[in-house]
C-alpha cells in the first residue's frame, strides 16, 4: 500500500500524472479506483463485480 502523501511527493518529483486503476470486462471498465490501493481493496472490489454478475 503506498501512503497517498508519498505518492503525490512522487508525481510532483518525477512529473508523472496519477491516473485511476480501472478494470475492464469486455472493453467496457466495470470499477474505476482512484489511486494506488492495497491488494486487499482491488480483491474485495473485484470479488463484488463478480458476485453481481452470478447473481443477475
Known amino acids: 500500500m503506498i501512503d497517498p502523501d508519498v505518492e503525490k511527493k512522487l ?4 512529473k508523472i500524472t496519477v491516473r485511476p486503476t480501472l478494470f475492464l470486462h ?3 471498465v466495470v470499477l474505476s479506483l482512484p489511486r494506488t490501493r492495497g491488494r486487499a481493496v482491488y480483491l474485495d472490489e473485484i470479488g463484488k463485480i463478480f458476485n453481481q454478475e452470478q447473481t443477475a
Open 11 to 14: 508525481a510532483v518529483r518525477f
Open 26 to 28: 469486455d472493453r467496457v
